[in-house]
């Protein structure tokens, strides 16, 4: 078996901290045990503040972890690093007090809750050489997964995508950078990058983002905050019928297993400037509706 790899979270307000830590543990053979991490949490974020005691009782209780009183302290505890911080905000301070260590990172959803967090947090990975990224885990469900292996077989060009997800709002992490970045990222996964503007129309119940790829390509992201709601996608192709898959839920393993490979490897699965492009996505389609405007070019200068 490969050396053990020391894993340190950061923040400890959301569920996905018990969740990886349970599954490194289910997999002796990936040789990942999180062993320390810094509590933050946000007081002004309810899901945040309300539930930061608890999951700090699961993590040293049920998996040994140590807690620290300052990020230095955890690094020098740890081999790698999981910025779970609930709120997007603290994701920039804390990859300032992370990048200079070089130790590989995952950054949870959502990246920042900002587009011009997210630029900042780019140029501070790339300056660093920071082997780093961010992914919902929506990105890693085999639905979404099956369809890239089956493209070419099955599907051929992919010549549009209407992803859809539920998209709640927090005030802090406006928009679909809180809730919708799962949607965004269905969107994004099957599409690939390149959307070159986006237009956007809201209301209290759903909002539709329609974004245009190079070659007249469109993607669109329904944001459901009203009935039930689902993760899926219909995809137009030049093969295949429209045809709509959704969520299987079998994501967290696959999310933790890329993890792994990042760690041991150095190599992302997801790159960044992908992950800037889909912040710039939602910066644009926010623009859009607060402007009444259509076709609001992404901003990725």
């Given at each position: 078996?490969?050396?053990t790899?020391?894993?340190g979270?950061i923040?400890?307000?959301?569920s996905?901290?018990?969740?990886f830590?349970?599954?490194?543990?289910?997999?002796p053979?990936w040789?990942?045990?999180v062993?320390a991490?810094y509590?933050?949490?946000?007081?002004d974020?309810?899901?945040?503040?309300?539930?930061?005691?608890?999951?700090?009782?699961?993590m040293?209780?049920?998996?040994g972890?140590?807690l620290t009183e300052?990020?230095d302290q955890m690094?020098?505890?740890?081999?790698?690093?999981?910025?779970?911080?609930?709120?997007?905000?603290r994701?920039?301070p804390?990859l300032?007090?992370?990048?200079?260590s070089?130790?590989?990172?995952?950054?949870d959803?959502?990246?920042?809750?900002?587009?011009?967090d997210?630029k900042?947090m780019v140029?501070l990975i790339?300056?660093?050489?920071?082997?780093c990224?961010s992914?919902?885990?929506?990105?890693?469900d085999s639905?979404?997964?099956?369809?890239?292996?089956?493209?070419?077989?099955?599907?051929?060009?992919i010549?549009g995508v209407d992803a859809?997800?539920?998209a709640?709002l927090?005030?802090t992490?406006p928009?679909?950078?809180?809730?919708?970045?799962?949607?965004v990222e269905i969107?994004?996964?099957?599409?690939?990058?390149?959307?070159?503007?986006v237009?956007?129309?809201?209301?209290p119940?759903?909002?539709?983002?329609?974004?245009v790829?190079?070659?007249?390509?469109?993607?669109?992201?329904?944001?459901?905050?009203a009935?039930?709601?689902?993760?899926?996608?219909?995809i137009?192709?030049e093969?295949a019928?429209?045809t709509?898959?959704t969520?299987?839920?079998d994501?967290?393993?696959?999310?933790?297993e890329?993890?792994v490979?990042?760690f041991?490897?150095?190599?992302?699965p997801?790159?960044?400037d992908?992950?800037l492009?889909?912040c710039?996505f939602?910066d644009?389609?926010?623009?859009?509706?607060r402007?009444?405007?259509d076709d609001i070019?992404?901003?990725l200068?």
């Amino acid at each position: 078996m490969a050396e053990t790899i020391r894993a340190g979270m950061i923040g400890l307000d959301t569920s996905h901290c018990n969740a990886f830590a349970k599954i490194f543990k289910e997999h002796p053979d990936w040789g990942v045990k999180v062993v320390a991490a810094y509590p933050s949490f946000s007081p002004d974020v309810e899901s945040s503040a309300n539930r930061i005691e608890e999951y700090k009782k699961v993590m040293v209780e049920t998996h040994g972890v140590k807690l620290t009183e300052s990020i230095d302290q955890m690094l020098e505890m740890v081999d790698v690093v999981l910025i779970e911080s609930v709120d997007g905000r603290r994701h920039l301070p804390e990859l300032k007090a992370v990048a200079p260590s070089g130790k590989p990172t995952f950054i949870d959803k959502p990246f920042a809750a900002s587009l011009a967090d997210a630029k900042e947090m780019v140029k501070l990975i790339k300056r660093h050489k920071l082997p780093c990224f961010s992914a919902s885990s929506l990105r890693f469900d085999s639905a979404f997964q099956n369809v890239l292996a089956e493209k070419e077989e099955k599907f051929g060009k992919i010549l549009g995508v209407d992803a859809f997800s539920p998209a709640h709002l927090e005030k802090t992490n406006p928009g679909l950078f809180w809730y919708g970045i799962h949607g965004v990222e269905i969107l994004y996964t099957l599409m690939g990058p390149g959307c070159q503007s986006v237009s956007s129309t809201v209301t209290p119940q759903s909002e539709v983002n329609i974004g245009v790829w190079p070659g007249g390509r469109l993607g669109t992201l329904r944001g459901i905050r009203a009935g039930k709601n689902h993760y899926g996608a219909t995809i137009i192709s030049e093969k295949a019928p429209p045809t709509t898959v959704t969520m299987k839920a079998d994501f967290y393993p696959k999310l933790c297993e890329a993890m792994v490979k990042m760690f041991r490897t150095g190599e992302v699965p997801v790159p960044i400037d992908e992950t800037l492009e889909m912040c710039a996505f939602i910066d644009a389609a926010m623009k859009s509706a607060r402007e009444n405007a259509d076709d609001i070019k992404l901003d990725l200068e």
